[in-house]
C-alpha cells in the first residue's frame, strides 16, 4: 500500500545543479569586490607609462596644461587608492591617461610643424 503523502527527495543532479550555480555566484560576488584594486592597478600603471611617454616627448615644455593635469590626477589617483577607494582611485587614473595621451599628442603636432616653422623662419 501507498502512502498518500510521498515526499519527493531532490535527485542528486538537480541538487548539484543548484550548489554549482550557488558557488558560482559567491565567486562573482567575490570577484566583483576584489577586482577594485586590481583595476586600478592596472589603470594607474598604463597612466604613468603615458606620463612618462609625455613627458620625455616634451610635455613639460610643449603641453603644460595637460601634462601638470594628468601628473596632478595621477597623483591624487595614487592617494585614494592609498585610502583603498578604488572607484574613485580608478576614475583618477583613467583621466591622468586621458590627459597624459593628449599631451604626447600635443607634442607629436608640435614636433611635426617644429620644421615647417624652422623652414619660415630661416626664409627669411
Known sequence: ???PIEISTPSYAALRKALSSFASLVAIAVCAVGCGNSLYALRAN?????LEEARSAG???RAPYEYTLAK?????????AAEADYGD????????YDYADQAVQHCKVASANAPAA?????AQ
Do not use: I
Not at 598604463?46 to 603615458?50: D, E, G, L, M, N
Not at 596632478?72 to 585614494?80: F, I, Q, V
Not at 582611485?89 to 591622468?96: L, Q
Open 1 to 3: 500500500m501507498q502512502s
Open 46 to 50: 598604463a597612466a604613468s607609462s603615458k
Open 59 to 61: 610635455a613639460e615644455q
Open 72 to 80: 596632478e590626477h595621477l597623483d591624487k589617483a595614487m592617494s585614494e
Open 89 to 96: 582611485a580608478f576614475t583618477m587614473a583613467n583621466a591622468a
Open 118 to 122: 624652422e623652414g619660415k623662419e630661416s
